[in-house]
């Protein structure tokens, strides 16, 4: 399995820009994650799905941000508009069942000038 | 609250030195509690899973301790390596329905020189 794919790998985008990351899960995992990690606040929950159905967004920091998992395979992070206080690594992390490890894919790294 | 707390924040060590990272948490009620490794620029890798009931396991390399009383943890490295330097990101789980809560501590950056 090619493990969780993320893209884009690195964004950048000017203050005020829509923004959105993308998330394939492994197949056959029923939950998925999304992550913020930055240096102060290390890694955050922000929404967590489970059989495509969001289970808990209260990390969700506020309204511009919104996540969407239209199958199994796929799932989106939209920030509108974005800020520079949005500048962070964003991962997406799913697993098949409760007491088995997240996998993670390797993130988006996000810069909001 | 629910916290995890790991130290130290930061640690070098010259390669084939042994070297252990600590995790101390405050979740109830416990489930599980994991190790991960982060390499730079890359999302983080489960390296040990442990229960309430095991107290040590090992990886390779790499053993992990845990005292469900005292609600510790440790990470032991063993003739460290080059390839060890990354961040150890200590992770407990609580509760034990799939809404599970999984609390991160800030992790613990290992740097092996040569």
Known sequence: ?113 | KNQVEQSPQSLIILEGKNCTLQCNYTVSPFSNLRWYKQDTGRGPVSLTIMTFSENTKSNGRYTATLDADTKQSSLHITASQLSDSASYICVVSAGSSSASKIIFGSGTRLSIRP
Not at chain 1, 32 to 43: A, K, P, V
Not at chain 1, 65 to 85: D, G, V, Y
Request: net charge negative.
């Open chain 1, 1 to 113: 399995d090619a493990g969780v794919i993320q893209s884009p790998r690195h964004e950048v985008t000017e203050m005020g820009q829509e923004v959105t990351l993308r998330c394939k899960p492994i197949s056959g995992h029923n939950s998925l994650f999304w992550y913020r990690q930055t240096m102060m606040r290390g890694l955050e929950l922000l929404i967590y799905f489970n059989n495509n159905v969001p289970i808990d967004d209260s990390g969700m920091p506020e309204d511009r941000f919104s996540a969407k998992m239209p199958n199994a395979s796929f799932s989106t992070l939209k920030i509108q508009p974005s800020e520079p206080r949005d500048s962070a690594v964003y991962f997406c992390a799913s697993t098949d069942r409760d007491n088995s490890p997240l996998h993670f894919g390797n993130g988006t790294r996000l810069t909001v000038t």
